[in-house]
């Protein structure tokens, strides 16, 4: 186990450890980042616990997580019995919110949002059958946006409204999407060599990291607090070296040599004051139950 302070001269030693837990119509064009965008004008608590925990592990254990970092790519899930709900169709990803007290799902069908105010069942919210084969679906906090991918169109992004059943924005990028995190400031785009940053009151392109190290799982964290808005993702593909970056300030703070082996996984605490690390090579002195390592730097 290790703990460091990650301040913006760099990472140094530390005594504590980490305790974690608009227009009408469409129109679209594409900038010299290589990312194209369409607009369509449109009008913390435990959520499981005892039986209940069992009960949503059981319902969503066949399916790949789309929020967790180090879980299996959603792009390989596999088709599953249906989650309770009205859900019809197989489970392709799911996603809690940034404060888990909402549940997305995605289907063969499209997706589901779920409130988590109730241990003892799942309360569906919205449910949209517009975009089929969803594998990417993530909501904002307890509002109304979510953002979707879906296999049929795997490079484009689109915002939604559910609220109001309208569709906000939509941009397309050069490869596949593999991941997408956000917070109240911030929204990114993870492809294999790039990242997109764009800001959420507007959608607007703040800034493309390009040639990046090959990163075919889409592995990046995002700090929820939208104060600083902290970017975490891989600086090595073959070393756990890690790659922070302001997403206030759009610039790097420093890099971590955090493990001997590859990132297997990587996440903020809810106030985005430390980062927690796993690797993919067994160590005796720090095992997880992976077999990898786990660090705990602190911001």
Excluded at 85 to 94: M, R
Excluded at 108 to 125: I, T
Excluded at 237 to 259: F, Q, R
Excluded at 271 to 293: D, N, R, T
Aim: glycine share 10%; proline share 5%.
């Amino acid at each position: 186990m290790g703990s460091w302070p990650i301040v913006a001269g760099g990472v140094g030693p530390a005594l504590s450890a980490a305790c974690f837990h608009g227009t009408s119509g469409r129109g679209e064009r594409r900038d010299e980042a290589g990312v194209g965008r369409g607009w369509r004008r449109g009008g913390a608590h435990d959520p499981a616990s005892g039986a209940a925990e069992d009960k949503l592990l059981r319902w969503l254990s066949p399916a790949q997580s789309c929020g967790f970092p180090g879980l299996a790519s959603p792009m390989e899930a596999e088709a599953a019995d249906a989650p309770p709900g009205g859900v019809e169709a197989a489970l392709s990803c799911f996603s809690f919110n940034q404060d888990c007290t909402s549940l997305a799902i995605g289907t063969k069908a499209g997706y589901k949002l779920f409130s988590l105010s109730s241990v003892e069942q799942l309360d569906q919210v919205h449910g949209s059958n517009e975009i089929p084969d969803v594998y990417i679906v993530e909501r904002l906090f307890s509002s109304s946006l979510v953002v979707v991918v879906s296999h049929t169109k795997p490079r484009q992004m689109n915002v939604y409204h559910f609220k109001k059943g309208t569709e906000i924005c939509n941009y397309s990028y050069s490869s596949n999407i593999l991941s997408i995190r956000l917070n109240r400031q911030r929204l990114l785009v993870c492809l294999e060599e790039s990242i997109y940053i764009h800001n959420i009151k507007d959608m607007k392109l703040l800034k493309t990291l390009l040639d990046i190290p090959a990163n075919p799982t889409g592995l990046c964290a995002l700090s929820i607090n939208h104060s600083n808005s902290y970017l975490a993702y891989p600086g090595s593909l073959t070393t756990g070296e890690i790659v922070l970056y302001d997403g206030n300030s759009l610039k790097t703070v420093c890099t971590i040599a955090a493990h001997e082996g590859t990132l297997a996984a990587i996440t903020f605490n809810s106030s985005g004051s430390k980062l927690a690390s796993a690797s993919e090579k067994v160590s005796p002195q720090h095992p997880l139950l992976s077999g990898g390592v786990l660090r705990c730097p602190e911001v």
